[in-house]
């Protein structure tokens, strides 16, 4: 009798212990630049653009995702997880939406290659990367174009998307165009200067 109660005692720790020892199955999300492609001005020559650094709040500025709660309360999700750093991400993604909407193919981020080439530099300050499940993301952002030779152009982004659908993936995607929004702004900047 006392055997039996040894072994189903053994037994219960083991299950015990590989059910304490299984973590909850984590989710891994990318920002994604958008679709739209403008053309190339006629008699323009793509411009060369750098971008970067970015800086963030340090709120979000961690592998997880952070969403609003309430006015004075985040959640920091550890199941929902950047897949790399917004640090390097968001430079890449801005890179990647002012390639698109300027027609070039030379514009790269601050970790690609130092840019010491580039006839535009672009530094971002990420003030505000706020997201609300079931609602949508508002991202503010003060940026400053640099052209060689040439006065720097500063501006703010103010950009709020809906989100389109339930879950943490949604958020995301709305993050994503939220960023298009804000490259669109330093799109029209760095237009002005070329026509300058």
């Given at each position: 009798m006392?055997?039996?109660l040894?072994?189903?005692?053994v ?11 299984r973590?909850?199955?984590?989710s ?7 679709v739209?492609?403008?053309a ?6 793509a ?6 650094p ?10 997880q995702?952070v969403?609003r709660?309430s006015?004075n309360?985040?959640?920091?999700l ?5 897949a790399?750093p917004l ?5 890449r993604l801005?890179?990647?939406n ?5 027609g070039?193919?030379?514009v790269?981020?601050?970790g690609q290659?130092?840019g ?11 003030v505000?990367m706020?997201?609300?499940p ?9 940026w ?9 152009r500063?501006?703010q ?6 989100a389109?659908?339930?879950?943490y993936?949604?958020?995301v995607?709305?993050?994503?165009r ?10 029209k900047?760095i237009?002005?200067g070329a026509?300058?």
């Amino acid at each position: 009798m006392r055997s039996h109660l040894v072994r189903a005692a053994v037994i219960a720790l083991a299950i015990l212990a590989s059910a304490c020892g299984r973590s909850p199955r984590v989710s891994f999300y990318t920002l994604s630049p958008g679709v739209q492609a403008e053309a190339q001005v006629p008699g323009q020559a793509a411009p060369s653009v750098a971008v970067g650094p970015v800086t963030l709040p340090e709120v979000v500025d961690r592998p997880q995702l952070v969403v609003r709660v309430s006015e004075n309360r985040v959640g920091i999700l550890e199941a929902h997880r950047w897949a790399e750093p917004l640090k390097s991400e968001i430079p890449r993604l801005i890179a990647q939406n002012l390639g698109r909407q300027l027609g070039s193919s030379r514009v790269t981020s601050y970790g690609q290659n130092a840019g010491a080439d580039a006839e535009y530099r672009v530094l971002v300050d990420v003030v505000r990367m706020e997201s609300v499940p079931g609602e949508g993301v508002t991202v503010q952002a003060n940026w400053t174009v640099r052209r060689t030779g040439s006065a720097r152009r500063s501006g703010q982004s103010l950009v709020q998307e809906k989100a389109t659908g339930a879950g943490y993936e949604a958020l995301v995607a709305a993050c994503s165009r939220a960023f298009v929004g804000v490259s669109g702004d330093i799109a029209k900047a760095i237009r002005a200067g070329a026509a300058d």
